[in-house]
C-alpha cells in the first residue's frame, strides 16, 4: 500500500496521469478528463497539493458526489468515469486519495459543457480549434478499426510464447486468458441469444499476438530493402544487397526488424564531441532507427491495406514508409511535441514489452539523437496515403571531408577544451564556415553567452580564424585556422 501511494507523488504527470489538490475546480477537472478521452484515456489524482498528500476527507460528502458526477454533468456525451480511493497518511491520520479515471474513446469525440474539445498533448490538455477538432473525429473513425471484431482469428492462432510473457507483465494469474484480452482492448465481448456471452479477437489482438497477423489483415508485416549506392535502379541496375519480408506479432516484427538493420549498418570512426577523442561509432545514433521502426508499426493505419511497412536503406539513408496520414493533429511541424496514438491499446502494450518507453517522447529524442551525432534533423513527409521518415547519415561527406581537415584539429589537446569549444571545432570542419547565429541554433546545449565566449577563446588559441568587416560585423564568421 505504501509503494502505491508513494507511486502517486512520483510518477511524471504527462499522457496518462495527472494530480491535482482537492479544492480543484471541478469544470477544469472536467476539461481534464475531456482531454484524456479523445487521446490515450488516463487518471486524475484528487488530494495531492505540491507534490504532497493532502487528502480529501476534508471535503463535504456533496463535494466528493460532484466530483464523481463530473461525467454526467459537465461532459458530452455522457462520460463513463471509474472512481477508485487510495488510502494514504496525512499528518499521522488515515485519509483518502480519489482517482478518476477514463478510458480512451473510439467513437466520440468529447467536449465539455461549453462545446470546447480538449486533447492530451504530454503533459498539458489543450483546446482544440474547429479544424483541430474535424481532424480529429475523421481520426476517430479510423482508430475504431483497432477494435473491430476478427471474426476467424481464434485463441489457437496466438504466439502462446508472447501470450505468456504478456501475462507475466499484468501480473495475470487466472486461466480465463480472455479476461485479460478483454480488459486490455483486445477482445471485444458479444451478447448470445440464450443472454450468455461470448469472446472474439479483434484487429488490435490479432495484429499483437497472432503468429501470423497477415493471415487475417493483408499488409500486416514489414518489408525490408537494403540497395547498393544512393539510388534504386531498374533491370540490370537493381541492386539488392539484402531483402527481407517479416511477418508475426508486433513485438516479434519489431525485434526482427531492428536486428535486420543492425545487422547492415556500418561503422565509421567520429570524435566525440564530449570527450574530444576518436571512437568507433555506427553511421546512425543507437536506436534512432527502432524509434522510427516502433512509431510506423504503432501508428500505422491497418485499415489501410494494399501497401506494406517498408524499411528501405541505402548507402546515404534509411527511409521508413508506413501506410497512412499522421495521425490527428499531429502535423509535420509540430510532430516533435504533439502526440496522438492511433491505435493505443497496441500503443500501451508495447510501452508495457518495453520498445515504447515514453509516450510522445520517442520522435523528440530521435531528433536530440541526430543532433548529438552532428546529423541532419530526420525529415518526414506525409501525405494522405502515406507517412515517410527519412534518417540521413552524411557519413560519406564527414569522412572525406575530416581527411582534408582532421591535421587542423589533432594538434591540440582536446581534453583541455570545454564542450563549446569542442562543439564549434567540429562545426567548423563539417560546415566549413561557422556563423555564430547558425551554430548556436544547430545545438540546443548550447547557450549564446557560452558559446560565442568559446568562438572568441578559440581564436585566441589559433585554432578559429575570424573573417568580418569590422570588430561588429554582422556578417562575421569563423573557419579552422590553418596550421603552419
Given at each position: 500500500m505504501k509503494t502505491a501511494s508513494k507511486t502517486l507523488l512520483t510518477r511524471a504527470e504527462g499522457q496518462e496521469f495527472d494530480r491535482k489538490a482537492a479544492e480543484f475546480d471541478r469544470r477544469s477537472l472536467a476539461n481534464i478528463l475531456v482531454s484524456f478521452a479523445n487521446a490515450d484515456g488516463g487518471t486524475v489524482a484528487l488530494g495531492i497539493r505540491n507534490k504532497e498528500f493532502e487528502g480529501i476527507d476534508h471535503l463535504d460528502t456533496h463535494k466528493i458526489n460532484d466530483f464523481k458526477q463530473v461525467g454526467y454533468d459537465l461532459i458530452h456525451p455522457a462520460l463513463k468515469v471509474k472512481t477508485e480511493f487510495q488510502k494514504v497518511t496525512v499528518n499521522g491520520k488515515d485519509n483518502r486519495i480519489m482517482l478518476l479515471t477514463v478510458e480512451s474513446s473510439d467513437k466520440y469525440v468529447y467536449s465539455n459543457s461549453k462545446d470546447e474539445v480538449y486533447l492530451r498533448i504530454g503533459d498539458e490538455s489543450k483546446k482544440l480549434t474547429y479544424k483541430q477538432i474535424e481532424s480529429l473525429n475523421y481520426s476517430k473513425d479510423i482508430r475504431s478499426y483497432e477494435q473491430e471484431t476478427v471474426e476467424t482469428a481464434l485463441l489457437e492462432d496466438l504466439d502462446q510464447d508472447l501470450l505468456e510473457q504478456y501475462k507475466k507483465l499484468n501480473h495475470f494469474n487466472g486461466d480465463d486468458v480472455w479476461k485479460l484480452l478483454f480488459s486490455r482492448g483486445f477482445a471485444n465481448r458479444k451478447m448470445t441469444s440464450d443472454d450468455s456471452?461470448?469472446?472474439?479477437?479483434?484487429?488490435?489482438?490479432?495484429?499483437?499476438?497472432?503468429?501470423?497477423?497477415?493471415?487475417?489483415?493483408?499488409?500486416?508485416?514489414?518489408?525490408?530493402?537494403?540497395?547498393?549506392?544512393?539510388?534504386?535502379?531498374?533491370?540490370?541496375?537493381?541492386?539488392?544487397?539484402?531483402?527481407?519480408?517479416?511477418?508475426?506479432?508486433?513485438?516479434?516484427v519489431i525485434e526482427q526488424a531492428d536486428n535486420i538493420v543492425k545487422s547492415q549498418l556500418r561503422e565509421f570512426t567520429s570524435l566525440n564531441v564530449e570527450t574530444g577523442k576518436f571512437e568507433t561509432v555506427p553511421e546512425y545514433p543507437k536506436g534512432t532507427w527502432l524509434e522510427g521502426i516502433v512509431n510506423a508499426v504503432t501508428h500505422r493505419a491497418y485499415n489501410l491495406n494494399g501497401d506494406d511497412i517498408r524499411?528501405?536503406?541505402?548507402?546515404?539513408?534509411?527511409?521508413?514508409?508506413?501506410?497512412?496520414?499522421?495521425?490527428?493533429?499531429?502535423t509535420v511541424d509540430n510532430i516533435?511535441?504533439?502526440?496522438?496514438?492511433?491505435?493505443?491499446?497496441?500503443?500501451?502494450?508495447?510501452v508495457q514489452f518495453g520498445w515504447v518507453r515514453e509516450f510522445g517522447e520517442g520522435v523528440d529524442r530521435m531528433y536530440k539523437n541526430m543532433e548529438e551525432y552532428f546529423l541532419e534533423d530526420p525529415e518526414y513527409v506525409a501525405t494522405n496515403a502515406y507517412t515517410e521518415l527519412t534518417l540521413r547519415n552524411n557519413i560519406v561527406m564527414r569522412n572525406s571531408r575530416r581527411k582534408?581537415?582532421?591535421?587542423?584539429?589533432?594538434?591540440?589537446?582536446?581534453?583541455?577544451?570545454?564542450?563549446?569549444?569542442?562543439?564549434?571545432?567540429?562545426?567548423?570542419?563539417?560546415?566549413k564556415e561557422l556563423r555564430p547565429k547558425e551554430f548556436i541554433s544547430s545545438n540546443s546545449k548550447l547557450h549564446p553567452s557560452t558559446a560565442r565566449k568559446a568562438l572568441s577563446d578559440l581564436t585566441k588559441l589559433e585554432l578559429l580564424e575570424r573573417h568580418a568587416d569590422s570588430p561588429t560585423s554582422p556578417n562575421t564568421y569563423y573557419t579552422l585556422k590553418t596550421q603552419k
Open positions: 456471452y461470448v469472446y472474439k479477437l479483434n484487429v488490435a489482438g490479432v495484429l499483437m499476438f497472432a503468429e501470423m497477423p497477415d493471415a487475417f489483415i493483408p499488409g500486416a508485416r514489414v518489408r525490408f530493402i537494403r540497395y547498393s549506392g544512393t539510388q534504386a535502379g531498374v533491370g540490370e541496375n537493381l541492386d539488392v544487397i539484402k531483402e527481407a519480408m517479416i511477418e508475426g506479432p508486433l513485438p516479434k524499411i528501405i536503406m541505402y548507402d546515404d539513408r534509411i527511409i521508413i514508409h508506413s501506410p497512412g496520414d499522421l495521425p490527428s493533429i499531429v516533435r511535441t504533439t502526440h496522438y496514438s492511433r491505435n493505443p491499446n497496441i500503443a500501451r502494450a508495447l582534408e581537415e582532421i591535421s587542423k584539429i589533432t594538434n591540440y589537446d582536446f581534453t583541455k577544451l570545454t564542450y563549446p569549444e569542442r562543439a564549434a571545432l567540429i562545426y567548423a570542419y563539417e560546415h
